[in-house]
């Protein structure tokens, strides 16, 4: 895995791990600082851009490799029809069977 790719995906887990610490502040809180709480909303939409934008990026690199997968395939495909036209223009008809 590329270099970029692992501090990525380590921001990724560990703004989920923020986020999740955030809503774990909120629900321990009995009387909520009103400041503080502005604040920790403000990173939480942050974290929640940065994790959104991580994510579509991601699953465009699922989609990509399932198109160069379907391709692959469809290459295969085509060259094995083209092999089996081969076969069947390269045999002779035996009148024997002809079903007449």
Do not use: C, H, Y
Request: glycine share 4%; no cysteine; charged share 55%.
């Amino acid at each position: 895995m590329p270099k970029e790719d692992k501090i990525e995906k380590q921001d990724l887990t560990s703004d989920l791990k923020k986020l999740s610490g955030i809503s774990k502040w909120f629900e321990d809180q009995e009387n909520i600082d009103i400041e503080e709480a502005l604040k920790k909303v403000k990173e939480a939409a942050g974290l929640i851009k940065t994790s959104k934008e991580r994510l579509k990026a991601v699953e465009n690199e699922f989609e990509e490799i399932k198109k160069e997968i379907d391709l692959k395939e469809d290459d295969d495909s085509e060259e094995e029809e083209e092999e089996k036209e081969e076969e069947e223009d390269g045999e002779e008809i035996d009148a024997k069977d002809i079903p007449f």
